[in-house]
């Protein structure tokens, strides 16, 4: 099940990704509003009741306990808010004044799988480098770190969560003089047709409610396809585990300026 997206097919816009991300957050910031102001309104409540000798203390036991659920509800929406917030950083900081220069593309996998070894360790998973030494990209940090993290991460939360014995690949290679080949390969659960097909689409996850914001590729795709100009295309089948295969030239094209 191979599915190509050519650059100019899917490129949502930043101005469509801005306006679903401010969107996607109303939901979870008026619930702890309302949630909130509730809490407020309920302990005032019992204070006057304590005050006024219609509740005693002991009673304040049950009280007490729908106080920590709402409380649990605040902190569990604002938490999802400061996740979609942190999506959203960092799309803004590839897209202004981040500065391209050339990486070893070696030294960059390893530095990114480094910050990841306490949950490499929990997984377990195994991670097999091939990347030749010296071999150079050029791109900008934020664009490049962004693309390792999110795949690595991905291939983490969505692989193996089944006991198995987890597999990542990351390949490189020059193409030709201008172009390298950038893989990321898991042996995890793979993707059905349907996830397939939406891979890509800004808040598309199969995670909701365990952490998923559905940015994570739709940011990989916005910056190899956009920003490095590049091609991006992802075999994967259930099962079978993911391959996402990624075409980088080595000069990223020049950006236009900011007005
Ligand atoms: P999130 O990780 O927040 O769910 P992504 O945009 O990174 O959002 O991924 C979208 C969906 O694509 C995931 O929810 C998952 O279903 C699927 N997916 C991404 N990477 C992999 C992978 N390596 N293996 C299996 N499924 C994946």
Redesign the pocket.
Known sequence: TQHELLASEKMASLGSLVAGIAHELNTPIGNSLLASTALRDRVQEFERQVEAGTLRRSQLTSHLEEVRMASELISGSLHKAAELIS?FKQIAVDQTNDQRRAFDLLAAVQDTIATYMPRLRRVPCEVDLQIPAGLMLDAYPGGLYQILN??I???L???FEQRRNGLIVVRAAMVDDDVLSLE?S?N????TED??K???????????G???????????YNIVTGVLGGRIS?D?APDA??T?RMLLPRVAPQREAKS
């Open positions: 999506s999110n795949l991460n991905n291939a939360a969505h692989a990321f898991d995890g659960c793979g993707m996830v397939l939406r891979v890509f689409d800004p808040f598309f996850t199969t995670r909701m365990q952490g998923g914001t559905g940015l994570g590729m739709n940011i990989v992802i994967s585990g993911t996402v």
